[in-house]
Nanobody, 112 residues
Framework: QVQLVESGGGLVQPGGSLRLSCAAS????????MGWYRQTPGKERDWVAI????????KYIDSVKGRFTISRDNAKKTVYLQMNSLRPEDTATYYC?????WGQGTQVTVSS
């Protein structure tokens, strides 16, 4: 059974940091492109960061470049999203995607 489980969300003040984790199971993780997406109420789910099979295959949306870092640990079958210098506009539910499935999402709220 293909499964993705996110963790690490929470409430943080502007300028703070969070690290999201996505633990994968049920598929060949080391051969899967993985991504982080986010969604706010009433809006479409948008991609945030994508990581391919190597560290050189990474893309970010412009609004998070220089603040967010996506990485993967194939031995642990986990993909991470390190989020620094968080802004209120980063508030959203963050989802992990890979192997054609979505995780359940984790809420990130940036507020003072």
């Amino acid at each position: 059974q293909v499964q993705l489980v996110e963790s690490g969300g929470g409430l943080v003040q502007p300028g703070g940091s969070l690290r999201l984790s996505c633990a994968a199971s049920g598929f060949h993780f080391d051969s899967a492109v993985m991504g982080w997406y986010r969604q706010t109420p009433g809006k479409e789910r948008d991609w945030v960061a994508i990581i391919g099979l190597s560290a050189g295959s990474i893309k970010y949306i412009d609004s998070v470049k220089g603040r967010f870092t996506i990485s993967r640990d194939n031995a642990k079958k986990t993909v991470y999203l390190q989020m620094n210098s968080l802004r209120p506009e980063d508030t959203a539910t963050y989802y992990c995607r890979g192997a054609g499935v979505w995780g359940q999402g984790t809420q990130v709220t940036v507020s003072s």
